[in-house]
């Protein structure tokens, strides 16, 4: 089973932005956590982070035939982007949306997300172990169908 992670734009500042929402952990922090909670399950993952939402669409069509699920935090993306949505729908693999805030807490402009339709799961609230429960819910999802 292969697993691609995909975190959108200022996921790279993890630790630094706005650490009441979003923690003190590192991108790198969490891509190990991700790392190591996948090879106890013998999940071969996959990392990719872009500030552009073309180079995310790209990287989910690439994705087509070579990845079994998604992991994906389009960020603010989440909010705006048709295309991200249509990337999902495009490649109908198997994705968990994830949030590491909880996001129908905040602005009213966050409870919108574009992507929610196309998403199998959305994980909203739990930190960065929300990526893991991401992770859980897709490795039972695959293995059931
Ligand atoms: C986020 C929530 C989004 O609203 C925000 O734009 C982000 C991160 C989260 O993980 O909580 O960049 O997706």
Known sequence: MKILVLNGPNLNMLGIREPEHYGKETYLDLVKKIENYCKDKSIECEFFQSNH???LVDKIQEAYGKVDGIVFNPAAYTHT???ILDAVKSVSIPTVEV???????REDFR????????????ITGLGTDGYLRAVDFLSDYLRKR
């Open 99 to 105: 949030h590491i805030s909880k996001v129908e807490e």
């Open 111 to 122: 409870r919108v997300s574009y992507i929610r339709q196309a998403a199998v799961k959305t």
């Open 53 to 55: 939402e073309g180079a």
């Open 81 to 83: 982007s048709v295309a």
